[in-house]
């Protein structure tokens, strides 16, 4: 295929967007959130302009604990790769790989528990976040934890927020096309 340089500038820009948009709804999540949160202490008369400033002072609370997790994920990566250039010494890469197969095996157990919390962290970080407070680093425990004591119930409410959401795009593209059609 011919790359040009406007399928590289396009590409660029589309992965902003991208990245913007990401950033926009992790924001307003967790405003919401601030506001459910206080409603449900008692403090019935906060405004949104509270929950934006919480949100916006705790910013890298809500975002980095998504970074750290794919930090994780990206260094046993790397691990990887370095036990497995060790593989192509003759002689003793095949008794390397004998001695580190359990190490592989369990590793990727773990990469493939990060990889959900990671999904986790995405999905409901800021909701951790605004419930439990702390950093980032109690974030990710807690993306942990939440995966490991609670994963029947988040499955649960994944797949009905996807219903949801499925239901309401179909709702929306249906007005739009009434609209355009009438």
């Known amino acids: ?7 590289i500038v396009s590409l660029i820009i589309f992965s902003i967007a991208i990245i913007i948009s990401f950033l926009i709804v992790v924001f307003i999540v967790g405003c919401i959130t601030k506001i459910t949160i206080e409603e449900c202490k008692g403090n019935r008369l906060i405004q949104i302009k509270e929950s934006t400033k919480f949100i916006w002072k705790n910013k890298f609370s809500i975002l980095f604990p998504t970074i750290g997790i794919l930090v994780i994920i990206l260094s046993f990566i790397f691990i990887w790769y370095v036990i497995g250039f060790l593989f192509h010494i003759p002689w003793l890469g095949p008794v390397i790989f004998w001695f580190l197969y359990l190490f ?6 773990f990469v ?7 999904i986790i962290s995405i999905l409901y970080g800021p909701a951790i976040f605004t419930s439990w407070g702390g950093d980032a680093f109690a ?6 934890s939440l995966l490991w004591s609670q994963p029947v119930r988040l499955f649960i409410y994944t797949l009905l927020n996807v219903i949801i959401s499925c239901i309401f795009i179909c709702f929306i593209t249906l007005i739009f096309w009434l609209a355009q059609n009438i």
């Open 1 to 7: 295929q011919n790359i040009t340089t406007n399928s």
């Open 104 to 109: 592989y095996f369990f590793t990727g157990l």
């Open 112 to 118: 493939i528990f990060t990889c959900c919390a990671w």
């Open 139 to 144: 974030v990710i425990f807690q993306s942990y």
